[in-house]
């Protein structure tokens, strides 16, 4: 695996990784599967709380198209939920995919300014963000540095892998809250089962 195949996989992009967060244990080893013994169910003991992963526009504001600025439309629906879940213990995290940085509308800057004042304008409605993450990437971007596949673009799950290294998500009770077959599209059962039990 390691000296052939993940190699050649590698020279034609058919390989990607993804932050999981968490120690490496290699129990291949006999001293490290004897710590292992001890760490994992202290690390599956430990308190973790399910998140509400929400979309930023189209969900949280009116989406007029690639927006960003400070001219925005509250949705009433989205805040009561955002501030349910928080009454609940949920964690509330925003992941949005911002293409409108890879094709030149608005620089990075002024998507992370947005977003800013978005969570600004939640507390005064008492909804409350624990954190967000965004991707300023797509494939057909005609910003060179942004132009590119990532597995932060939704439906790919990179921004919610890196929100469980931040958090200590639940993610069998958690959900995905958007406003297009792309939020469905993102399994996080699934990801669950198959990748985040463990964390």
Request: with cysteine.
């Amino acid at each position: 695996m390691e000296n052939r195949i993940i190699p050649q996989l590698g020279e034609h992009e058919k390989v990607y990784g993804s932050p999981i967060g968490g120690e490496f244990i290699d129990i291949g080893i006999p001293q490290d599967y004897a710590k292992a013994q001890k760490i994992i169910p202290q690390v599956l003991q430990e308190g973790r709380k399910p998140a509400i992963f929400v979309d930023r526009d189209g969900t949280i504001i009116e989406d007029a198209g690639y927006v960003h600025g400070t001219n925005l439309v509250f949705k009433s629906e989205t805040i009561e939920l955002l501030k349910r879940a928080k009454e609940e213990g949920k964690y509330v995290i925003i992941v949005t995919n911002q293409a409108g940085i890879a094709k030149g509308m608005f620089t990075e800057e002024e998507s992370i300014a947005t977003t800013e004042y978005v969570i600004k304008r939640l507390e005064e409605y008492r909804a409350y963000v624990d954190g967000y993450y965004y991707c300023p990437y797509h494939p057909e971007g005609i910003v060179e540095k942004y132009k590119k596949i990532s597995l932060l673009r939704k439906p790919e799950p990179g921004m919610i892998l890196k929100a469980c290294e931040d958090f200590k998500v639940n993610l069998k009770s958690s959900m995905m809250i958007g406003n297009s077959e792309i939020a469905d599209r993102i399994k996080l059962p699934y990801l669950s089962n198959v990748i985040l039990d463990k964390l």
